[in-house]
T-cell receptor
Framework: DQQVKQNSPSLSVQEGRISILNCDYT??????FLWYKKYPAEGPTFLIS?????DKNEDGRFTVFLNKSAKHLSLHIVPSQPGDSAVYFC??????????????FGTGTLLAVQP | ETGVTQSPTHLIKTRGQQVTLRCSSQ?????VSWYQQALGQGPQFIFQ???????GRGNFPPRFSGLQFPNYSSELNVNALELDDSALYLC???????????FGPGTRLLVL
């Protein structure tokens, strides 16, 4: 059963426009979320995170929004650049892990930014 | 500062064989986590090591085992390889258990 879902396998955006990547989760106990970016032949690179005590976190061109009532988060990239083209993974930190920091990942969204 | 490194980059094995994958954690990091990423899927948690002790395990059979060494580098061992073990194996290190995990480039394993 997929606890973290990214329902859009791919997204195409024009350079300079906004990219919005979406993620839904099923477990209301999840309290910490992360976004990773992955280029081919490389490991995932940490982008930005958000704790459930916030509804927004911003870092440069990247902003993550969290809607706890809808169990939904989104990553906004403004403005989008061709170098942003990659697979984006949403992840949640499993609170039932106890002392373990176990990340549960979605299946990823392939973002293509067209010049 | 050197990031997380993994070796080898690619590996081909046959069913029933055993494999060892290696990970060097980032300097100053005492926690290593291993993930398996099958084609078209997100990474799945295998287990985590903290200061040389296993610190949690995902839904993987016992033929998946690991070690962490005093320098905090780590190994993932898989015995009796099956075709479904073909995947990208990712190692991630973090400064401490609850800190952000930073990933290596992965080892791509193909089981024939």
């Amino acid at each position: 059963d997929q606890q973290v879902k990214q329902n859009s396998p791919s997204l195409s955006v024009q350079e300079g426009r906004i990219s919005i990547l979406n993620c839904d989760y099923t477990n209301s106990m999840f309290d910490y979320f992360l976004w990773y970016k992955k280029y081919p032949a490389e490991g995932p690179t940490f982008l930005i995170s958000i704790s459930s005590i916030k509804d927004k976190n911003e870092d440069g061109r990247f902003t993550v929004f969290l809607n706890k009532s809808a169990k939904h988060l989104s990553l906004h990239i403004v403005p989008s650049q061709p170098g942003d083209s990659a697979v984006y993974f949403c992840a949640a930190s499993d609170p039932y892990g106890g002392a373990t920091n176990k990340l549960i990942f979605g299946t990823g969204t392939l973002l293509a930014v067209q010049p | 500062e050197t990031g997380v490194t993994q070796s080898p980059t690619h590996l081909i094995k046959t069913r029933g064989q055993q494999v060892t994958l290696r990970c060097s954690s980032q300097s100053g990091h005492n926690t290593v986590s291993w993930y398996q990423q099958a084609l078209g899927q997100g990474p799945q948690f295998i287990f985590q090591y903290y200061r040389e002790e296993e610190n949690g395990r995902g839904n993987f059979p016992p033929r998946f085992s690991g070690l962490q060494f005093p320098n905090y580098s780590s190994e993932l061992n898989v015995n009796a390889l099956e075709l479904d073990d073909s995947a990208l194996y990712l190692c991630a290190s973090s400064p401490d258990v609850q800190e952000t995990q930073y990933f290596g480039p992965g080892t791509r394993l193909l089981v024939l």
